[in-house]
């Protein structure tokens, strides 16, 4: 399913949309500030390629302000990944860091990276939280999800 329009408010319509890496940087690398968005993008595909090389999940959820049109200049991306096993956990534990109380990948100080295992509280949680609305969370958007 493609990447649908954004609502009136910039936001994804609720629910999940199966993607590709390049399908979100033509949509949302293309917004305002053009130049900052495109950085962010060249950041997610090479965090994205990394991650399949390792084989330590099966998709990732890409998420945050970065998927809306409400912040012309957003801090980061934010990210979940699906993991495939226990190791995998072991490997992204390693892989993580803490910067001002946010969690990112080595290497990739903008991508902030949340991961557990599909179906268990940690996953749905890290999923559900980012469909809520700052300020409103009782309002819900849309998330994107690129298959590895």
Not at 1 to 22: H, S
Not at 31 to 40: F, G, I, N, T, V
Not at 51 to 73: L, P, Y
Request: with cysteine.
């Amino acid at each position: 399913m493609p990447i649908p329009n954004l609502t009136g408010d910039g936001l994804l319509p609720t629910g999940e949309y199966v993607c590709t890496v390049e399908e979100i940087c033509e949509v949302f690398g293309q917004m305002p500030d053009y130049e900052y968005r495109s950085l962010l993008c060249k950041q997610l595909k090479k965090f994205v390629e990394a991650v399949s090389a390792m084989d330590i999940a099966s998709d990732v959820v890409v998420d945050g302000s970065f998927t809306t049109s409400r912040k012309e200049k957003p801090s980061d991306i934010d990210v979940v990944l699906n993991l495939i096993t226990e190791e995998s956990a072991n490997v992204m534990d390693i892989k993580i860091t803490q910067t001002r109380g946010r969690q990112h990948w080595l290497g990739y100080p903008k991508i902030h990276t949340y991961g557990g295992f599909k179906g268990t509280p940690s996953y749905d949680n890290y999923v559900d939280f980012f469909q809520m609305l700052e300020g409103s969370p009782e309002k819900r958007k849309g998330y994107l999800k690129v298959i590895l």
